[in-house]
């Protein structure tokens, strides 16, 4: 018998993703660096389907069906080049690689480059969901030539994550690194949201003044309503877990400095190149960072602050938390209207045409920023695929009209208690920044004219113009 695909690299994401191909009835070829993983996961899941163990490139090959799906799960960077110049020689033209790593799509647009003059189809795959994604389902992202997907496609559609409506959590995004790239774009709005569920709980304990408990109550009912999604979900679990050793709230032992592992900055990197403002997303990004300078926080411990003022009553606080809500709600249509700005952005710069409804279809289910909200994105590109912004769409833009007021409130009251939300901040000034009739844009051109003659363009007629700023200040046609 031979496979209809193999996965080589079988830590966790590759050992779930094989077996998950394996539990629908597929033939799954496994093979790893290290041989004790690959003999590992036939005998402990051997019984779940049909592997064929490869100790060798050479029988790991040998026993793929053509045209050959060889998926890499390895770590991303150097490890997946190593494995892909350990294979291509030993494929033919046809055959396909598939890497489901992390990579950041610049590599994959380069390795599809070189492959494809070998003849091989190079996808580049993101895949969210984390290990329990890739064994029950996680959404799937690949890129690559549209006639990989021809035979590559059933298969991703029968092991990926389904919608509610049971429409399958994978698409062909787009030529070469679109699938990698909006797996980019996903992480980073991964982060905002994050960044905004946490100033979220910062506010619900610092100004409502109420326990991890009852915070996870807060965020419990918000998942019946609008927000409903994984994070929310989580985070009530998370902030309602009691540490053991201590009998204290869970989220009062752990250290508060986050990591991160690279692709939201890169987002943040990539939006700068193609000069996208997502400034939610940055934002995220920044708070994370700012959390693990220990040093320099410890440093900063005795800098002067407002007097706390705790909400009294019982309702102020209630009222309150509902107030937050709004403001996270409204924050998150700018972190998803920012996000979308960066796919659109990526597209046209190398392309992709990317169908943005399919995108936020795709999120639906499986990944980790997977919410109901997502449905709604998807019908306001559906409806008008040339939505020149999230924030065009009439729904979206009724509900933060709807929430504006209580989301300025919010913005007010952490500034003044000096609780830190630069998610929350920096989304309303996008905002604000975008709706704007007259920007101080104008003052810096000024400034520019005046210090670099750059010169400026005028309101009332085409060209451009340069004021003779150290002369007798007259305007001239530049
Ligand atoms: P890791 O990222 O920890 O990678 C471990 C695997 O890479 C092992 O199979 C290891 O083989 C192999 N490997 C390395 Br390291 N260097 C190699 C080399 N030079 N040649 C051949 N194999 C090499 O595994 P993971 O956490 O399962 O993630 C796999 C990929 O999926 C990554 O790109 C990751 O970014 C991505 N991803 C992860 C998640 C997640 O939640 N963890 C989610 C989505 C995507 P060995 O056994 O011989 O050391």
């Given at each position: 018998t031979s496979a209809q695909i193999g996965v080589t690299g079988l830590a966790v994401m590759g050992r779930n993703l094989a077996r998950n191909f394996a539990r629908n009835g597929y033939t799954v070829a496994v093979h790893n660096r290290t041989v004790s993983r690959t003999k590992a996961l036939v005998e402990e899941f051997g019984s779940e389907g049909d592997f064929i163990g490869a100790e060798t490139a050479e029988e790991f090959v040998a026993a793929l069906e053509r045209p050959r799906r060889l998926v890499i799960m390895v770590k991303a960077g150097e490890p997946t080049d190593a494995v892909i110049q350990e294979f291509a020689p030993l494929l033919e033209p046809g055959d396909m690689i598939i890497d489901g790593g992390n990579a950041h799509f610049a590599d994959t647009r380069r390795r599809e480059k070189a492959l494809r003059e070998q003849g091989i189809h190079f996808v580049g795959m993101g895949v969210s969901g984390g290990e329990e994604g890739a064994l029950h389902g996680p959404s799937i992202m690949p890129g690559g030539p549209k006639e990989s997907y021809d035979s590559l496609g059933p298969m991703l559609e029968k092991i990926s994550a389904k919608a509610k409506d049971g429409a399958p959590c994978v698409t062909h995004v787009g030529?070469?690194?679109?699938?990698?790239?909006?797996?980019?774009?996903?992480?980073?709005?991964?982060?905002?949201?994050?960044?905004?569920?946490?100033?979220?709980?910062?506010?619900?304990?610092?100004?409502?003044?109420?326990?991890?408990?009852?915070?996870?109550?807060?965020?419990?009912?918000?998942?019946?309503?609008?927000?409903?999604?994984?994070?929310?979900?989580?985070?009530?679990?998370?902030?309602?877990?009691?540490?053991?050793?201590?009998?204290?709230?869970?989220?009062?032992?752990?250290?508060?400095?986050?990591?991160?592992?690279?692709?939201?900055?890169?987002?943040?990197?990539?939006?700068?190149?193609?000069?996208?403002?997502v400034s939610g997303i940055a934002e995220a990004v920044f708070a994370r960072s700012l959390s693990g300078h220990a040093a320099l926080r410890a440093a900063s411990q005795g800098l002067a602050g407002p007097k706390p003022k705790a909400l009294g009553k019982e309702e102020e606080a209630a009222a309150f938390a509902d107030?937050?809500?709004?403001?996270?709600?409204?924050?998150?249509?700018?972190?998803?209207?920012?996000?979308?700005?960066?796919?659109?952005?990526?597209?046209?710069?190398?392309?992709?045409?990317?169908?943005?409804?399919?995108?936020?279809?795709?999120?639906?289910?499986?990944?980790?920023?997977?919410?109901?909200?997502?449905?709604?994105?998807?019908?306001?590109?559906?409806?008008?695929?040339?939505?020149?912004?999230?924030?065009?769409?009439?729904?979206?833009?009724?509900?933060?009209?709807?929430?504006?007021?209580?989301?300025?409130?919010?913005?007010?009251?952490?500034?003044?208690?000096?609780?830190?939300?630069?998610?929350?901040?920096?989304?309303?000034?996008?905002?604000?920044?975008?709706?704007?009739?007259?920007?101080?844009?104008?003052?810096?051109?000024?400034?520019?004219?005046?210090?670099?003659?750059?010169?400026?363009?005028?309101?009332?007629?085409?060209?451009?113009?340069?004021?003779?700023?150290?002369?007798?200040?007259?305007?001239?046609?530049?």
């Open positions: 030529p070469d690194g679109a699938g990698h790239f909006v797996k980019m774009v996903h992480n980073g709005i991964e982060y905002a949201d994050m960044q905004l569920i946490g100033e979220a709980y910062q506010l619900l304990r610092d100004v409502a003044g109420y326990s991890p408990a009852e915070i996870a109550d807060v965020f419990r009912t918000w998942n019946q309503g609008r927000l409903d999604s994984y994070l929310i979900e989580i985070t009530a679990e998370v902030l309602s877990h009691v540490d053991a050793a201590t009998g204290k709230p869970f989220v009062d032992v752990v250290v508060d400095e986050a990591e991160q592992k690279g692709t939201g900055r890169w987002t943040v990197q990539i939006a700068l190149d193609l000069g996208v403002p107030r937050v809500e709004q403001a996270l709600y409204a924050s998150k249509i700018v972190s998803y209207t920012q996000g979308f700005h960066e796919i659109t952005a990526g597209s046209e710069e190398y392309d992709w045409d990317i169908d943005l409804g399919a995108v936020a279809s795709i999120w639906r289910g499986g990944c980790i920023i997977r919410a109901a909200f997502l449905d709604r994105i998807r019908a306001a590109y559906d409806a008008r695929p040339d939505l020149p912004s999230l924030l065009s769409d009439e729904t979206f833009a009724r509900e933060i009209a709807g929430a504006q007021d209580d989301w300025r409130e919010v913005v007010i009251a952490s500034v003044r208690q000096g609780v830190p939300t630069p998610g929350f901040s920096a989304a309303l000034a996008y905002y604000d920044g975008l709706r704007a009739d007259r920007l101080p844009a104008a003052l810096t051109q000024g400034q520019r004219d005046f210090f670099g003659a750059h010169t400026y363009r005028r309101v009332d007629r085409e060209g451009s113009f340069h004021t003779l700023w150290g002369g007798d200040r007259s305007e001239v046609s530049a």
